[in-house]
């Protein structure tokens, strides 16, 4: 499976922006997906993750302002962002999982074999 990011870009800090990760190569309606971000100097950390049957898991930090959804064909994920703070700057990736992850699983980076490359969002006046 190969992932590709996109939609990255400034923005002013309480503005918009929709990430999309594209998947092509074999992968399957249970894989789960999610976005990690990377802040300069700083690991990367989970943001937001959709499982295989629809249910979605946020980062605290994100909660109420980001969306993670999936086309219907599960081919494409999106990263709906609003009300970015100059904090949500950061390199964001895509990541795949095979099968439907529990939620503990969904957080942590080691369960996601497939892996797109970074987009960049910069959030500042």
């Known amino acids: 499976v190969q992932l590709q990011a996109s939609g990255g870009g400034l923005v002013q800090p309480g503005g918009s922006l929709r990430l999309s990760c594209a998947a092509s190569?074999?992968?399957?309606?249970?894989?789960?997906w999610a976005w990690f971000r990377r802040a300069p100097g700083k690991d990367r950390d989970f943001v937001a993750a959709v499982r295989g049957r629809g249910g979605t898991v946020y980062a605290d930090s994100v909660k109420g302002r980001f969306t993670v959804s999936r086309d219907n064909a599960k081919t494409t994920m999106y990263l709906q962002m609003n009300s970015l703070k100059p904090e949500d700057t950061a390199a964001y990736y895509c990541?795949?999982?095979?099968?439907?992850?529990?939620?503990?699983?969904?957080?942590?980076?080691?369960?996601?074999?497939?892996w797109g490359q970074g987009t960049q969002v910069t959030v500042s006046s």
């Open positions: 990541a795949a999982a095979t099968g439907d992850l529990i939620t503990s699983r969904l957080l942590r980076e080691s369960e996601y074999q497939y």
């Open positions: 190569g074999r992968s399957s309606s249970r894989d789960s």
